[in-house]
């Protein structure tokens, strides 16, 4: 199984240890070579990607850097390696707040001297606990709502900036052959998330550790999904998901929400036919984009951690033509420093520009505090309400309890 940035963003933080792993880690001293690291990746979908991560810990000067590209469950194999000897000394991934207060992953604080500025604030709150960086970003992934110029215009449509806008929208450009809105298979229960939160101008944790959405706001804005499933005007049963533009690209749907990742192929057959929105902020909130992806971590384990810290500053701080490369070479993503995504030239123009001010004004990302837990209670109650119609303040009270609860346990473990 190949797994994409796309399925870490649209799933969350990862479950934990289920499964173990392979001991082949590539792990132990080279006489007369220096250390010997080992790094390990998930497995990317992008034809590239493994050669230049291969290319890139060849060039590291200090240590002999085994690359391991590790297909199938990758967060539950690296769950698993973290509690052995034999698991990997830098990985890719976004540490758990188990992990971390397990004592499991080395506090990276202090790579980011000087340099925190200029990193993406959404791209490290889900590796930051306790005031304290566990993770480096290497990109950032979004979704966005994409949204086809002509057929709006044609309708006489705005391009949405409210969610009552959007509902309408989707409304208007319903016809017999094209629905107005897609947002997955079963109408956004699945990728949406937490996302409608924070447009309603809440959040899933307040700094302070409590539950953030404890508002009728949330109830009312959820309401408003449940109206677009049940009006009539979502795509459904398309025959490819939410994460890839065929819908979009095939004229069964006005506006699609989906990852910046489709954004190259959207370009090649639309041209400039196609715009880019933040999902649009409800009441007093304002719009929302999800940010998401993994970074590089060192596992407490590892026999030669300030050599892995130090090869972790240098790939992911300072080696920033690697960086861009990383992030544009091969898939279609954003740089973690602000300076880098400036600056890129494929960045610059037309809906890439666009993504980038978006994601930049409006990005928000999972909390730390947000367990797998909270994740699942809040999932299963948004799909009831976005498909089956439940009564949402109901359905958030009881999430609310659960979340409360689970924030409670996570905060006596600290």
């Known amino acids: 199984m190949t797994i994409s940035r796309r399925t870490l963003l649209a799933a969350g933080p990862a479950a934990g240890l289920l499964t173990a792993c392979g001991s082949d880690t590539g792990r132990g001293d080279d006489a007369g070579a220096g250390p010997r690291l080992s790094q390990w990746y998930h497995q990317y979908g992008e034809t590239g990607t493994e050669q230049a991560v291969e290319r890139y810990a060849a060039a590291y000067p200090k240590a002999k850097v085994g690359v391991q590209w590790r297909p199938g469950n990758y967060d539950q194999q690296t769950a698993a390696a973290l509690l052995t000897d034999s698991g990997p000394d830098v990985f890719e991934g976004s540490p758990t707040l188990d992990q971390i207060q397990g004592g499991q992953v080395v506090d990276l604080t202090d790579l980011l001297d000087g340099v925190r500025d200029d990193f993406h604030p959404a791209a490290l709150t889900p590796k930051t606990y306790a005031g304290r960086i566990w993770g480096i970003p290497q990109v950032i992934d979004t979704q966005l709502l994409y949204y086809r110029k002509s057929l709006l215009s044609d309708a006489g449509v705005r391009p949405p900036d409210t969610l009552d806008a959007l509902v309408d929208a989707a409304a208007r450009l319903t016809t017999k052959k094209v629905k107005g809105l897609f947002l997955g298979n079963d109408g956004g229960a699945g990728v949406l998330g937490g996302t409608p939160l924070y447009a309603a101008g809440l959040r899933l944790v307040t700094d302070d550790g409590k539950v953030g959405f404890d508002d009728p706001a949330a109830a009312r804005t959820l309401a408003r999904l449940h109206r677009l499933y049940a009006g009539g005007s ?128 409006h990005g928000y990302a999972q909390p730390l505090l947000w367990t797998p837990a909270d994740q699942t209670a809040y999932q299963d109650a948004l799909s009831r309400i976005i498909r089956g119609g439940a009564n949402p303040e109901s359905e958030l009270r009881a999430v609310v309890r659960k979340v409360s609860a689970e924030l409670d346990r996570v905060r006596r473990k600290s």
């Not at 990742?261 to 649009?280: H, K, N, T």
């Open 234 to 361: 979502l795509l459904l049963g398309a025959p490819a998901d939410w994460s890839d533009p065929s819908a979009f690209l095939q004229g069964l749907t006005a506006m699609q929400w989906s990852g910046l990742w489709a954004l190259p192929r959207v370009q090649q057959e639309l041209g400039d036919d196609f715009g880019v929105l933040p999902f649009p902020g409800d009441g007093p909130g304002a719009a929302a984009v999800p940010v998401g992806a993994y970074g590089a971590a060192v596992s407490a384990r590892s026999r030669h951690r300030d050599t892995a810290k130090d090869f972790v500053k240098w790939l992911w701080i300072e080696r920033t033509d690697y960086q861009e490369d990383f992030a544009l070479s091969y898939g279609f993503h954003i740089p973690a420093r602000i300076s880098l995504a400036k600056k890129a030239d494929r960045l610059k123009t037309g809906a890439a520009a666009d993504a980038v001010r978006l994601t930049t004004e």
